[in-house]
């Protein structure tokens, strides 16, 4: 496990925890109520921690490393999936990933941004920012979607749309707003969950719904709080 | 952003957030996509349009409001 700043003390419990763990296992010694005090101890502070919500809390927590991403919950919700490529004039975008899955014996096109579990992957999936590329597949996914008939389930999850020279040589700022005009004329169902961040154009680009949903711990805005911060006050720690 | 009517839910996550039981996290999903799927079923195409539009509308709206 990752523990961030916040979670400190969980982690210190967590250890202690741990620690009576192995005497009770080894030793003769009777542990289980001092574990089971231990574990309500911990509890507690999880609770305490995160309950009354607090916004930083939260910022952190939607880009906790081991949040699970968009192709972990397809796998999880999908008994069978066929994942589509390509958004045939540039290339693959491997930040969106896109495919039509069956739910229950009901087929759904689910579109998501995806980011890596390790750093080559991160590196590889680009952190989850989104090329031009990538907003095309998207509407190139949803297009057939429309043609069959079939609904579609966007999950959210990026720090932005891809700011670098390419994507804006490759007409960045176009793909999204062609994005948010197709989206809205589509004639199948669209539902837009956001399961982490969603940072601006890169979440409209593909957040524009009959539903829109955020889960708890994930934060919806024009610009991440750390960027907004150091335009403003050329700083980060506001 | 809920009270705002920017949005049209917010999914509840596991104590102490997704990344604590993913499992639990996909099967709330789960649940709340098959809700929404069984709410959007009646909608004729023409309507469908409507709402995505009045979605993306309700945020030009509030911004007209508040100024006002």
């Known amino acids: 496990m990752t523990y961030l700043d916040f979670e400190k003390p969980i982690e210190d419990l967590q250890e202690q925890l741990d620690k009576l763990r192995k005497i009770g296992e080894n030793g003769k010694v009777n542990m289980a109520s001092a574990i089971k005090e231990l574990e309500d101890k911990l509890l507690e502070t999880r609770k305490g921690i995160l309950q009354p919500p607090q916004w930083l809390a939260k910022v952190q927590l939607s ?3 081991e949040r699970p991403y968009t192709l972990y919950y397809i796998s999880q919700l999908c008994s069978k999936f066929i994942e589509l490529h390509g958004d045939r004039t540039m290339g693959d975008d491997k930040a969106m990933v896109g495919g039509i899955g069956t739910l229950d014996n009901e087929s759904i096109l689910f ?12 590196q590889y999936r680009n952190f989850g920012m989104a090329n031009p590329e990538g907003y ?13 008939n079939i609904p579609i389930v966007t999950l959210i999850d990026t720090p932005g749309a891809f700011p670098g020279l390419e994507a804006e040589e490759r007409g960045q700022a176009e793909a999204i707003a062609r994005n ?7 004639k199948v169902p669209v539902i837009c969950i956001i ?3 969603g940072a601006s154009g890169g979440a409209l680009g593909i957040g524009i719904g009959d539903r829109v949903l955020m889960m708890e711990n994930t ?15 050329h700083k980060l720690e506001f | 952003m809920f009270d705002f009517k920017l949005i049209d839910g917010v999914i509840k996550e ?3 957030g997704a990344h604590n039981n993913p499992e639990e996290m996909a099967k709330i999903l789960k649940r709340e996509i098959k809700k929404h799927l069984i709410d959007l079923k009646d909608f004729t195409p023409k309507s469908k349009s409507t709402t995505g539009l009045r979605n993306f509308l309700q945020w030009a709206f509030f911004l007209k409001n508040k100024r006002l």
């Open chain 1, 180 to 186: 948010l005009y197709e989206m809205t004329l589509l």
């Open chain 1, 219 to 233: 934060w919806y805005s024009v610009i991440s709080p750390e960027s907004c911060s150091s335009i403003l006050w």
């Open chain 2, 14 to 16: 596991p104590l102490g």
């Open chain 1, 63 to 65: 880009r906790h490393p």
């Open chain 1, 111 to 122: 579109i998501g941004q995806q980011k890596g579990v390790n750093t080559k992957q991160r």
């Open chain 1, 136 to 148: 095309r597949k998207a509407l190139r996914l949803m297009k057939l979607a429309e043609k069959f």
């Open chain 1, 195 to 197: 399961i982490g961040e």
